[in-house]
């Protein structure tokens, strides 16, 4: 059904797929920082699954986080987890290495830490937007803050970025506050672009150069 009516249908697929792909390698005591609505929760065996979100008026009338905090320190003592993921959050990280700091502070030793961060993508949630990361930046910064790089996964590196920036860019600048309509428009004008953005990735070459997001899964290293 996606397919035809989610207008950033190959971004959502893509970190579906690598998602489920690397949630073997999570288990235990879970924290999901950025939790937002949870999409991914029942992709993991998890034997407790802990959502964590900044501490704002709108998060708090959500409720689907467990926990809140006040941007910098988590509420939650020294190697609490057993695994941390953050979906699409470490772009609106201000300060990267703090924010990386205080996951290896709840993480257990060997815990592991799943991330996706865009990097082609247009601003969005602004004025919390601060940055895109090349895979090299990416895994600096990791390494850098106590994280062994374990698997390291490119989502669309194909022409289907070209698809999904397009349908981005005209649904943008058509939605309406009208459900029904935003439906016409994604069904009628944008899914058109999802089926030929898939056929033409079946027959023409990838380029790992040119993707949507970083997928990559870490390990806290055992510090001395």
């Known amino acids: 059904m996606g397919f035809w009516v989610n207008?950033?249908?190959?971004?959502?697929?893509?970190l579906y797929e690598n998602i489920s792909i690397l949630s073997n390698y999570i288990r235990g005591d879970m924290l999901d920082i950025g939790c937002g609505q949870k999409p991914y929760e029942k992709l993991f065996n998890s034997s407790r699954y802990v959502g964590l979100e900044i501490d704002t008026i709108e998060n708090r009338k959500n409720k689907n986080a467990d926990y809140f905090y006040d941007g910098i320190t988590f509420p939650f003592r020294d190697n609490e987890?057993?695994?941390?993921?953050?979906?699409?959050?470490?772009?609106?990280v201000f300060n990267p290495a703090?924010?990386?700091n205080e996951i290896y502070r709840v993480l257990k030793p060997n815990g592991m830490l799943l991330m996706t961060v865009p990097f082609v993508w247009d601003e969005h949630e602004q004025p919390f937007d601060y940055a895109r990361y090349s895979s090299f930046g990416l895994k600096h910064l990791l390494e850098e803050s106590g994280f062994e790089v374990i698997e390291h996964k490119k989502s669309v590196c194909d022409i289907r970025v070209i698809f999904q920036l397009f349908n981005c860019y005209i649904y943008k600048k058509t939605v309406t506050?009208?459900?029904?309509?935003?439906?016409?428009?994604?069904?009628?004008?944008l899914s058109p672009f999802n089926i030929l953005?898939?056929?033409?990735?079946?027959?023409?070459p990838k380029n790992e150069d040119l993707y949507l997001d970083?997928?990559?899964?870490t390990k806290?290293?055992?510090s001395g």
Do not use: Q, W
């Open 197 to 204: 953005g898939e056929l033409l990735s079946k027959v023409l």
């Open 220 to 222: 806290k290293k055992i």
């Open 214 to 217: 970083n997928i990559i899964l």
């Open 81 to 92: 987890f057993d695994s941390v993921i953050a979906n699409e959050v470490f772009e609106h």
């Open 177 to 189: 506050k009208n459900v029904y309509a935003n439906l016409f428009i994604t069904a009628f004008l």
């Open 98 to 100: 703090a924010f990386l």
């Open 7 to 14: 207008p950033f249908y190959f971004a959502r697929k893509g």
